[in-house]
Nanobody
Framework: QVQLTESGGGLVQAGGSLRLACATS????????MGWHRQAPGKQREQVAW???????NSRDSEKGRFVISRDNEKNMLFLRMNDLESEDTAVYYC??????????WGQGTQVTVSS
């Protein structure tokens, strides 16, 4: 059974930084995409950053470098470093994983609140 568990959310002032973590467990040997989505109140879930198994990655605001995704392969952890946070970044952040066989897994989410 694949499980994803997020941590690291909380309250931060605008301009601050947070690092979210996602612990993965179970049979994920054939993953092809891992990443983060977020959902703000009253809005649709949107993609924040993703990492491909071939090493390619991308994120929203990539030109500003505000969201940086990384993975610790030994510890089976996925991270999202968020810099220069804005009130518009307030949302529940979800870790997800897609496998080459077409399965999709999601964590329960972690709340990020940015105060202005």
């Amino acid at each position: 059974q694949v499980q994803l568990t997020e941590s690291g959310g909380g309250l931060v002032q605008a301009g601050g930084s947070l690092r979210l973590a996602c612990a993965t467990s179970g049979n994920i040997w054939n993953w092809n995409i891992m990443g983060w989505h977020r959902q703000a109140p009253g809005k649709q879930r949107e993609q924040v950053a993703w990492l491909m198994s071939d090493g390619n990655s991308n994120s929203r605001d990539s030109e500003k470098g505000r969201f940086v995704i990384s993975r610790d392969n030994e510890k089976n952890m996925l991270f999202l470093r968020m810099n220069d946070l804005e009130s518009e970044d307030t949302a529940v952040y979800y870790c997800y994983l897609h496998t080459a066989s077409g399965s999709e897994y999601w964590g329960q989410g972690t709340q990020v609140t940015v105060s202005s």
